[in-house]
């Protein structure tokens, strides 16, 4: 049997606010495939995917509110910040809530 953590609703909140917007659901998947990522190359890499170009003080409050749901953790290198991708609480989030419904779909 598998044990699931739970997160209080306001953190769920925070995760599902998190990926309802496409331009944070961007950068979870560039940490997924290149994890450490500054905030540079961030900014960069919508340039290189000929997506809209985004500012510094944009990707900056995308990865707030990404840290904010403890989807994004930072690591400092020197004087630069980097970025990594955290599932544990995406996981924890889709087993909590998600799951009860995936789980009442197998039944019907």
């Known amino acids: 049997m598998h044990i699931v953590a739970t997160m209080d609703p306001e953190q769920l909140n925070h995760i599902f606010k998190a990926l ?28 290189a995917e000929g997506m809209p170009v985004l500012s510094r003080q944009a990707v900056t409050q995308h990865l707030d509110i990404l840290e904010r749901a403890g989807l994004v953790r930072v690591e400092w290198a020197g004087r630069t910040k980097l970025h990594a991708l955290e599932l544990e609480p995406l996981r924890t989030a889709a087993a909590q809530w998600l799951g009860q419904y995936l789980e009442e779909g197998r039944d019907g």
């Not at 496409?22 to 890499?45: K, N, V, Y």
């Open 20 to 47: 309802a917007d496409p331009t944070r659901r961007r950068i979870i998947d560039r940490l997924r495939e290149r994890p450490g990522q500054s905030l540079f190359e961030l900014c960069a890499g919508s340039v």
